[in-house]
């Protein structure tokens, strides 16, 4: 989160969000508590690899993982991608409000500084699905959010090793920012069944060790996380499973 107002254009100057980050004091002593940065946090993610590799996050990420695993899904549209774009809908006064209430004042701070990722003129513009803002503008389909998963839990993206240090709880307890009780491994939201991440509006990926099974759904009209509990309890159902218990609103991303 930053504390300095910044416009709406600095979502797409890459280098320019990545210094004001690291020019930005913690909100809080680091290991005393946690709180994602809903916003910003595919920066600071994307930064450690675009210095290491020399690739940016969106061009590793088709280079080395969705184009050799065939998944659509991408940052940093061309053209012919966004043609296939769907526009959101939905995000509106009441939506904005119903997302805020009871949150704490961090989520406030969190959600409206750079402005607009709840606006639908600017998450359905030309020049959003053009830029790499890797914390929340990802493109894709819902075959392609469960395939990476499916690809993550049958070990051809990651060692079993590092994948067990991903999802193992790296911290956990009251979240600073969204107000509730969650857990966090290396960037996936846990819980006893599984691992995965919301997005906003109600869409999410994650995958079901317990159940054996992942799952991918995204909507071009903005919710809660409602719809997406109730397919998954279906499947489940059907898998004589038992179901899960209300999501609420999962550690939220692209």
Known sequence: MLDRQVPTEAFYDWDWLCALLAAQQPAWPPGTAHGESPLLYGHLVGELVRRVDGRSIGRFLREEICGPAGLDFAYALSPPQQARAVDLTGLDDAFRAGN?????????????????????????????????????????????????????????????????????????????????????????????????????????????????????????SVGSHDQVDKLENTLRECLALAPIPATGDPPTGS
Request: net charge negative; aromatic share 10%.
């Open 100 to 220: 805020a209430a009871g949150r704490p004042a961090l989520y406030r701070l969190a959600v409206t500084n750079p402005p607009g990722a709840q606006d639908g003129a600017v998450v359905n513009s030309a020049a959003w699905r053009a830029a790499e803002i890797s914390a929340v503008n990802g493109h894709g389909t819902a075959a392609a959010v469960a395939g990476f998963y499916h690809a993550l839990a049958a070990g051809s993206l990651l060692s079993p090793g590092m994948l067990a240090d991903a999802v193992t709880p790296q911290c956990a307890g009251p979240n600073k920012v969204f107000g509730d009780d969650n857990a966090w491994g290396l960037g996936f939201g846990i819980s006893d069944d599984g691992y995965g991440m919301g997005g906003l509006g109600g869409k999410y990926g994650g995958a079901s060790t317990a159940g054996g099974y992942t799952v991918g759904f995204v909507t071009g």
